[in-house]
T-cell receptor, first 117, second 112 residues
Framework: NAGVTQTPKFQVLKTGQSMTLQCAQD?????MSWYRQDPGMGLRLIHY?????ITDQGEVPNGYNVSRSTTEDFPLRLLSAAPSQTSVYFC????????WGGGKPQHFGDGTRLSIL | SQQGEEDPQALSIQEGENATMNCSYK?????LQWYRQNSGRGLVHLIL?????REKHSGRLRVTLDTSKKSSSLLITASRAADTASYFC????????????FGEGTQLTVNP
């Protein structure tokens, strides 16, 4: 079982370039999310999805787009990279909720380290 | 804004000692989770406690939750050098237990 796979692991971009960070999970999880982690800080939610075809904004969505055409994949697109988007990006997935409506543990990928010059 | 605030920001102890980390939050929650992050890696789930639970154990981990004080603690007993990592609490929203808000983390160093 691969779990959550993120590609690439490292990327350097120039200001204004666009790119897509890939995230795939093989656990048939309904819920997927993207976070960014900056030095000395916890994770901040960028976008999330509760199932194929459904996405919503998190705490820091500006400058990023997502789509969810399949259960397995949840790519994150940087439209026009800015130095402020230099960060480590984590993708996570979980079952959506248990039968009592409670949350479930999230499974994380190993991250994409992105530098924007 | 961060939902959780963790205390202390950094903790250094000797192997065999216990480590206690605290988390406070601001809004009503569905669940609270603790995660560990080793340097350069993704987060690993440790334990989940629901809002109607007060205490939960998993191996050397003990988590408590006090919803009246909006706080939680993580106790690691008999710590090992391999426990050196950052520890994060994350709260699940009351209306959507899946969406998590993370604290800023506690950096734990266990000296051999």
């Amino acid at each position: 079982n691969a779990g959550v796979t993120q590609t690439p692991k490292f990327q350097v971009l120039k200001t204004g370039q666009s790119m897509t960070l890939q995230c795939a999970q093989d656990m048939n999880h309904e819920y997927m999310s993207w976070y960014r982690q900056d030095p000395g800080m916890g994770l901040r939610l960028i976008h999330y999805s509760v199932g194929a075809g459904i996405t919503d904004q998190g705490e820091v969505p500006n400058g990023y787009n997502v789509s969810r055409s399949t259960t397995e994949d949840f790519p994150l697109r940087l439209l026009s990279a800015a130095p402020s988007q230099t960060s480590v990006y984590f993708c996570a997935s979980s079952q959506r909720r248990d039968r009592w409506g409670g949350g479930k543990p999230q499974h994380f990928g190993d991250g994409t380290r992105l530098s924007i010059l | 804004s961060q939902q959780g605030e963790e205390d202390p920001q950094a903790l250094s102890i000797q192997e065999g000692e216990n480590a206690t980390m605290n988390c406070s939050y601001k809004t009503s929650i569905n669940n609270l989770q603790w995660y560990r992050q080793n340097s350069g890696r993704g987060l690993v789930h440790l334990i989940l406690i629901r809002s109607n639970e007060r205490e939960k154990h998993s191996g050397r981990l003990r988590v408590t939750l006090d919803t009246s004080k909006k706080s939680s603690s993580l106790l690691i007993t008999a710590s090992r050098a391999a426990d050196t990592a950052s520890y994060f609490c994350a709260t699940g929203e009351e209306t959507s237990g899946s969406r998590l808000t993370f604290g800023e983390g506690t950096q734990l160093t266990v000296n051999p």
